[in-house]
Structure formats: C-alpha cells, structure tokens
T-cell receptor, first 112, second 113 residues
Framework: SQQGEEDPQALSIQEGENATMNCSYKTSINNLQWYRQNSGRGLVHLILIRSNEREKHSGRLRVTLDTSKKSSSLLITASRAADTASYFCATVRKTGANNLFFGTGTRLTVIP | KAGVTQTPRYLIKTRGQQVTLSCSPISGHRSVSWYQQTPGQGLQFLFEYFSETQRNKGNFPGRFSGRQFSNSRSEMNVSTLELGDSALYLC????????????FGPGTRLTVT
C-alpha cells in the first residue's frame, strides 16, 4: 500500500505562477524525496530532505518538512510549460530498508 | 554514464502466461529495486536486490519473483499472469543501500489480455 496522500490530485496553473503540492505520510521517516514523472515514463529524482532538516532549496524548487505533522510541501516557482508532469513524494522509513514508499501523486499542468 | 535501461519497453501477454523483465542498473550501482505502477494502486514496491540477494520484499504474491546477477543486472519474473498484473514496471538503481536517491529506468509497460 502507499505511504501517504498528496494534494491536490491535480493542479492547473498559468506559466510564471508558483505551484505548491502537499504530501502527508504515516510513519517515522529517515528522509523524504520528491520525484517527477512525465507521461508514463520513469521517475526523475528532484530533491531529498532528511528528517532533521526543515527546508531545502534546489534551483526553482523549495521543499519543507514538518515531522511533527508528518507532512511536506514542494513549491515550484516561476513555473514553465516543461514543468507539466506528475509529482510524487516518497519516504524512506527509519527501519533501514532502502525502498521508497510513494504518495498518490499530483498531476501538474502548466498552461503556456 | 548510461542510465538505467529496461527491456523490453512494451509487452503484451495472455492470462496464464509468464513474463521476464530485465533491468541493467547504472554502472557501479549495486542495489536494484522494482516497483509496479497502476492507476488504481499507484506506485508500489516489489522487491530490492543487493549483492545478488533479495534484501526486502513488498506485499505481492509469490507469482512475482526476481533475481540479481553478479554484474548487478536484475530480472523479475511474473508467472501465471492475471489481468490485474497489467502495469508499468519500473526498475531503480542506487549506489548502495543508503536510502538516498534512486535512479529509475523508463519502465516496461506490460499488458495482459
């Protein structure tokens, strides 16, 4: 079963606007990662935030993590049409296992 | 470095048949994980191999199996295919078992008729 939920399920914005996606998870984690998937293809790793970190930036991406609320958010600033994709959060649990537990995903459409 | 490759990219099988999917990880990566993606269940972990040993297994029936070779290439096998096995099967590799980022292949789209 999946680790958590993401919302919204779908998001449609105009190019240049910011997009915010939220992820909630259920168990204690080692880290949380965000991945992008273009139209039924493989996933591309975007950013990783560890459980002892609260915020991380990478280019136009900003990720926050609140372990007390078991939630994370991904902000994409100044969106582009090329950002159109599905975005998934994935957690690595504290058990030491290497596998990812994925959320349900957010489908982002950026309108040129 | 070349990325993760998966073969075949598309496959159509009939119920009851078996199928073998192949994954070649990034050179030097020793951990290979497999995931199933369906519209209904989303992305679910199947199993992970490291140093030719299965290290972790998801909640899938015994019809799903895999193996890893000494060059870290991995195969997964599904026997007695069911309609519900239609999915995108994704392979991911990582350098070690650190829980850090994984690198995904393009996937194999399996359709069971």
């Amino acid at each position: 079963s999946q680790q958590g939920e993401e919302d919204p399920q779908a998001l449609s914005i105009q190019e240049g606007e910011n997009a915010t996606m939220n992820c909630s998870y259920k168990t204690s984690i080692n880290n949380l990662q965000w991945y992008r998937q273009n139209s039924g293809r493989g996933l591309v790793h975007l950013i990783l935030i560890r459980s002892n970190e609260r915020e991380k930036h990478s280019g136009r991406l900003r990720v926050t993590l609140d372990t007390s609320k078991k939630s994370s958010s991904l902000l994409i600033t100044a969106s582009r049409a090329a950002d159109t994709a599905s975005y998934f959060c994935a957690t690595v649990r504290k058990t030491g296992a290497n596998n990812l537990f994925f959320g349900t995903g957010t489908r982002l459409t950026v309108i040129p | 470095k070349a990325g993760v490759t998966q073969t075949p990219r598309y496959l159509i099988k009939t119920r009851g048949q078996q199928v073998t999917l192949s994954c070649s990880p990034i050179s030097g990566h020793r951990s290979v994980s497999w995931y199933q993606q369906t519209p209904g269940q989303g992305l679910q972990f199947l199993f992970e191999y490291f140093s030719e040993t299965q290290r972790n297994k998801g909640n899938f029936p015994g019809r799903f199996s895999g193996r890893q070779f000494s060059n870290s290439r991995s195969e997964m096998n599904v026997s007695t295919l069911e309609l519900g096995d239609s999915a995108l099967y994704l392979c991911a590799s990582s350098l070690e078992r650190t829980g850090n980022e994984q690198y995904f292949g393009p996937g194999t789209r399996l359709t069971v008729t």
